[in-house]
C-alpha cells in the first residue's frame, strides 16, 4: 500500500466509486479500496466529519459576531406615520375640563452612530433626529423639532467590564475551535481506520474459513478412506468429521461478520449503492520513530487542550472580578451635547439650533447585603482554585498520555515485523503439516494444532497493522503534527465558513 500521507486526492476516490456504482456492467464488480481511499472519502463525505465541519462553522460565526459587537453599530430607526384619533380631556385656564376631538399624526426618523470602548466598558454614540407633529381639526396646523446632531458618552465607573475580558478569551476560543476542528477530522482517520481493519479481518477470516473449510472436507473423504481400509481408528475419523461441520459453522458465522462490517463501511462512508466491497490489505509501513520530548513540544503547542487550559483559567478569573465588583458602590456617568431647535416647516427647524446638554452621574450603594457580596466572592474564588487544581492535574495526565501513546507506537515496527515473520512461518508449518498428515506420519491433532496456529498467526499480522496506524493517527490527533513528513498538520477552513 502507497504509504499514508495523502497523496490520493479525495476525487480519485469517488471517481473510483462513481465509475463503479454508475455503469450497468460495474454494478456486478466489487469496489477495491485502499486503506488511503477509506480515509480519504472518510474526510470529505463520512457524518463525523460533515458534523465537525458544522461545529466549527459555528464557532466561527461566533466569533464573527464578537468582533462585530467591537465595531461601529449605524442604526435607522423611525416612525411613519403614528396616527392617532381620539378625545381626550383638557384643562383650561380657569381650571374647568373640557372633552375635545383630537386628530393627530406624527412621523419621526433617527439616525445613531455608536461604538463599544473596550478599554473602559462604556460607549460613545451619536444621533441625528426629525419629529414632525400634525394637528387635523377646525384648525390645522404642523410643527418641526429636529436634533441636527447629539453626540454623548455612557461610561460605567467600579463595574465589571465584560469587553474587557472578552477580547483576551474570544480569540483564544476561536483558535481552541481552529485545532478542535484538526481533532475532530483526525478522530474521523482513527474511526476509519477501525471500521476499515475490522472488514479487514472479517474478510481475511472469510478467507481462511473457506479455505479451512476446503481443507477439511478433503481430509475428511482420505479419513473415511483410511478407515474403509482399517489404517485409522474410528475416534480419528470422528474428529475429522467434527472438523469438517465445524468449519461449515465457522464459514457461515465469517460470512454474516463481512456483511456486519461492510454496512458499517458502507454507513461510514456515506455510500449508498448496492455494491460489493473488497479491502486491500496495506502491505508496507513507514519506519520511523517519535521523540516523547518532541510530541510533548509538539502538543504542547498545538493541541486545542492546551489552549482549553489557558482559557479556563481567564474564566474563572473574569468570574472573580464579577463577583469583586458587583453588589458594591458602582456608577453610571452620562455626559450629552446637542442642537435642537424647532419650526413650521423643516427649513426654519434647522435654522440657529440651540444648544442642549445633558450631564448626570447615577450611583448604586449597597447598604445592607447580608454577606451576599462576600459570600459571591468566596464562591467564585474556591472555583478559581478548583480550577487551577483540576488543570494542573489534567496538565499531568496530558503529558502521561502523550509519553505512553509515543512509546505504545514506537513498538509497533517491531511488532508488525514479527508479526509478519510468524505468519509466514506458520503458513510455512501449515503447509508441510498438512502434507506429512496426507502421507500418514502425524496425526490429527498436531494437523488442528498447526492449522490453529496458522489463522492465529494470519489474524495478528493483520492486527498489528492496525495497531501502527490506529497509533499513528492517535498521535496525530494528539499532537496535530506529522511526525513522518515532520509537518505541523493544517486544513483549509476557508471553504467551511
Not at 481511499?37 to 459576531?65: F, G
Amino acid at each position: 500500500m502507497i504509504i499514508l500521507l495523502k497523496k490520493i486526492s479525495s476525487n480519485i476516490a469517488f471517481l473510483i466509486i462513481i465509475c463503479t456504482t454508475n455503469s450497468g456492467i460495474a454494478q456486478n464488480e466489487p469496489i477495491h479500496l485502499s486503506f488511503n481511499d477509506v480515509v480519504e472519502i472518510a474526510h470529505e463525505q463520512s457524518p463525523d466529519a460533515l458534523m465537525a465541519k458544522h461545529r466549527y462553522r459555528s464557532s466561527y460565526w461566533q466569533y464573527r459576531t464578537y468582533q462585530a459587537g467591537y465595531k461601529p453599530s449605524l442604526i435607522l430607526d423611525g416612525t411613519l406615520p403614528n396616527y392617532s384619533r381620539s378625545i381626550d380631556v383638557i384643562t383650561q385656564p380657569d381650571g374647568s375640563e373640557l372633552f375635545i376631538k383630537r386628530q393627530v399624526a406624527r412621523s419621526s426618523l433617527n439616525l445613531s452612530l455608536s461604538q463599544n470602548i473596550p478599554f473602559t466598558g462604556g460607549e460613545v454614540f451619536l444621533n441625528s433626529s426629525a419629529q414632525r407633529i400634525d394637528n387635523f381639526g377646525d384648525s390645522s396646523y404642523w410643527s418641526y423639532l429636529t436634533t441636527p446632531l447629539t453626540i454623548g458618552i455612557r461610561q460605567p465607573i467600579f463595574e465589571y467590564n465584560p469587553f474587557r475580558w472578552d477580547t483576551k478569551i474570544e480569540p483564544i476560543k476561536y483558535e481552541e475551535a481552529k485545532r478542535k476542528h484538526i481533532e475532530d477530522i483526525e478522530q474521523v482517520s482513527i474511526k476509519a481506520t477501525n471500521i476499515f481493519f475490522n472488514l479487514l479481518l472479517a474478510q481475511i477470516n472469510l478467507k481462511i474459513q473457506q479455505v479451512n473449510q476446503a481443507n477439511n472436507d478433503t481430509l475428511y473423504q482420505i479419513a473415511l478412506g483410511r478407515y474403509n481400509i482399517g489404517t485409522i481408528a474410528e475416534n480419528e475419523l470422528l474428529q475429522m468429521e467434527l472438523n469438517f461441520l465445524n468449519s461449515n459453522s465457522s464459514l457461515e458465522q465469517a460470512k454474516l461478520d463481512v456483511e456486519i462490517n461492510i454496512f458499517n463501511l458502507k454507513s461510514f462512508l456515506r455510500i449508498k449503492d448496492d455494491v460489493a466491497i473488497v479491502l486491500i490489505p496495506p502491505e508496507k509501513i513507514p519506519d520511523f520513530t517519535i521523540n516523547v520530548q518532541d510530541a510533548l513540544w509538539e502538543a504542547r503547542n498545538n493541541r486545542s487542550e492546551a489552549l482549553a487550559f489557558d482559557r479556563r483559567l481567564l474564566q474563572a478569573e473574569s468570574e472573580v472580578n464579577r463577583a469583586k465588583m458587583q453588589n458594591r458602590f458602582s456608577a453610571d456617568l452620562v455626559a450629552i451635547y446637542g442642537l435642537t431647535q424647532t419650526g413650521a416647516s423643516m427649513h426654519e427647524a434647522y435654522q440657529d439650533p440651540l444648544n442642549e446638554q445633558q450631564l448626570f452621574l447615577g450611583i448604586q450603594v449597597p447598604i445592607l447585603d447580608w454577606g451576599l457580596a462576600k459570600g459571591k466572592i468566596k464562591m467564585a474564588e474556591s472555583n478559581e482554585e478548583l480550577i487551577k487544581t483540576s488543570v494542573e492535574q489534567e496538565q499531568i495526565d496530558f503529558n502521561q498520555e502523550i509519553f505512553i501513546k509515543v512509546m505504545q507506537f514506537n513498538m509497533q515496527p517491531d511488532q508488525v515485523a514479527i508479526a509478519y515473520k510468524s505468519d509466514q512461518v506458520a503458513q510455512k508449518r501449515y503447509d508441510v503439516t498438512k502434507q506429512r498428515f496426507f502421507i500418514g506420519t502425524i496425526d490429527i491433532i498436531e494437523l488442528n494444532l498447526a492449522q490453529t496456529d496458522k489463522d492465529n498467526n494470519r489474524k495478528a499480522y493483520i492486527t498489528a497493522l492496525y495497531n501502527f496506524w490506529r497509533y499513528y493517527y492517535e498521535i496525530r490527533q494528539l499532537t496535530l503534527f506529522d511526525f513522518f513528513i515532520h509537518k505541523r498538520i493544517f486544513l483549509n477552513l476557508e471553504n467551511i465558513r
